[in-house]
């Protein structure tokens, strides 16, 4: 990791603490692992519990030194927590990695949350693979969230299967796909595919699927997923038609578009752009 | 524990044996259609309930109820741990999966940590659950050290509670004492002297699970004094309101320790509603409900009342987490006298 990234969340730091806090934070930042982990788990006594305020250029800086990594609305809490998990000293790997394991065996929700967050930005990155999937396993919405939203981990490095989940359970749980980092770098067909099984099963029972996440589907269309675009431009609701169009207009497929043609209205906002995804990201 | 095979009274809780008989409970049906207009827009605070034995729809009651806040302390779990890391599974339950179960209900969730009585008798095991316990007690939400106490009063018990007790001083955290069932008055008088002998002010000990014998002295000498309302075997709270008349409400706090066995997580918004209805104050009802149980484990700093004392309908702690869209999600209310299950 570079230093450039610990001396911008540094820098968000001392815009967010008193001189005290950060006296503390900079005293624990230095100390021998044990004291250091310690204080990663003493955070909330020594920092106040309130969401963080960044400046305009911070945020521009940090996100142009680590696209997809960013610190928004995240407390001071986890940000220092954080903060120290930088600080730990990668050189000798097995005390380094015990050391992050241990955190991880003995942590509660919050500090699960920063351990997830802080993930892009320790050493050995592909250490941490089975946590992360753990992580998408958890039933624990705040931890879920830590590792799948606003996280440029799993893009980085979880494989197919493991991304599909993660995509899978974000919508099966209700959550905004748009949220999820490299969601069109890893769009894949066979995801593509078992949303399709997936929106069938919802309809069946009589619920719906957020229009949205047909927006990974665009590229693989193939008959059985034309017929899901079918239904959904029949839909009552106007956002799964607005999105069958999108869907639609990405296929290479000259059905989808003859499809597509058919709802003249439809066709021409999103030929035009003035409809995108973006509207129906919530 | 259980030893007689001929044994035949139903599950005993973790904090009694099975050895006192069961009463027959005295005629009060008051159902809680008829009381809760008496408790109407009062808050309490649980400090000591055991919830990873209990379910969604006690949350949900209790929330309904207006517990808006609750201690859960490390216990025995209704068997003997094998190793350590079912301690430490244990342990991060507390402060993991089960405080996220209670945001979902908009209840806030704290927990005190320790080796319970029992399972100190195991001493290897003991031993190790020794070294792990530093690195829980300073947890966010961990606002003491408890249960901790005596039991059988065993030398091994008290040499854990005494080890416990020097590690809640060198912590700054209270101490939530489980005061033995058997031959209980000498075990909680045993418990409070052990106390003051390692220096500890009794204002920052809780003593847990009195009756009427052993109030007096716990309260003249300084310590804090909660009463289980546990059915048939325990505490009842008409009982519970003689002990509020005659001593009044400094110092003493209602707790359900609801667990596995036959109890009720609604205790104390019960008790509330039969001293509303036998004419106890509303600040003595708020003091014993509420109040005194967020003095005594607030002295850990960890129990911030903003987090609770909001709009009753918003969990507070999802404030922390941002972004709204990203809460953990509160649970929907099923239609329960519904036959129909969507």
Known sequence: ??????QKLWSVLTYNTSPAEADWLRQK???????????????????????????????????????????????????????????????????????????????????????????????YPDQWLFRATDAVRSNMGYVFDSIALHNPYPEKHFSELAWNQMVLKTIFND?????????????????????????????????????????????????ALLADMQHLFESENEEDRKAAALACNESTLTSAHYLLAKYTDLEKSVKSGELTWAELEH | MCLNPNETSPNPS??????????????????????????????????????????????????????????????????????????????????????????????????????????????SLAEQVMEVLPL?????????????????????????????????????????????????????????????????????VIVDHNNEETVKSVLDQGFWAAFTIYPFTKMGNERMVKVVEQYGPERIMVNSAADWGISDPLAIPKTAALMKMRGISDETIRLVTYQNAIDAFGKSGQIDVTDFEGDLKIDQTEKFHGNSILRGGQQPEPARDSLVIQ
């Not at chain 1, 890893?186 to 619920?207: C, I, P, Q, V």
């Open chain 2, 14 to 123: 973790h904090f009694e044996d099975s050895e006192e008989t069961m009463a027959a409970p005295a005629h009060r049906d008051i159902a809680w259609n008829d009381y809760k207009d008496l408790i109407k827009g009062m808050r309490f605070f649980d400090p000591h309930i055991h919830m990873v034995s209990r379910t969604t729809d006690d949350y949900q009651a209790m929330r309904q109820a207006g517990i808006v806040a609750l201690i859960e302390p490390a216990f025995w779990v209704g068997q003997p741990r094998t190793g350590l890391s079912s301690f430490k599974d244990y342990y991060s339950s507390l402060v993991g999966w089960e405080r996220f179960r209670s945001s979902q209900f908009g209840i806030k969730h704290y927990c005190t940590m320790g080796l319970n009585s029992r399972e100190a008798n195991n001493e």
């Open chain 1, 29 to 123: 930042g230095s100390s021998n692992p044990l004291e250091l982990m310690t204080a990663f788990v003493a955070v909330p006594r020594f920092v106040p519990k309130k969401i963080i305020t960044n400046s305009p250029e911070l945020k521009w800086e940090l996100n142009a030194e680590f696209p997809g990594f960013s610190v928004e609305n995240w407390s001071l809490v986890r940000l220092s927590r954080v903060w120290l998990l930088t600080q730990l000293d990668p050189s000798d790997k097995s005390e380094y990695i015990k050391n992050i394991e241990t955190l991880f065996d003995t942590a509660e929700m919050n500090e699960l949350v920063a351990l997830y967050s802080a993930l892009p930005l320790l050493s």
């Open chain 2, 136 to 204: 829980y007690i300073y947890k966010e939400g961990v606002v003491g050290v408890g249960e901790i106490g005596f039991d059988d009063q065993t030398p091994a018990e008290e040499k854990y509670y005494r080890l416990q007790l020097e590690l809640a001083k060198e912590a700054k955290l209270p101490v939530q004492i489980h005061t033995p069932h058997r031959d209980k008055k000498k075990g909680t008088e045993r418990s409070m002297a052990i106390a003051l002998e390692h220096g500890i002010d009794p204002s920052w």
């Open chain 1, 1 to 6: 990791m570079s230093d450039i990234i610990k």
């Open chain 1, 175 to 223: 959550k905004p796909v748009h949220l999820i980092e490299g969601l069109e770098n890893r769009s894949n067909e066979k995801l593509a595919l078992t949303l399709s099984d997936f929106a069938h099963e919802r309809w069946a029972a009589g619920r719906s699927v957020p229009p949205q996440v047909w927006r990974l589907t665009g590229k693989y269309l193939n008959p």
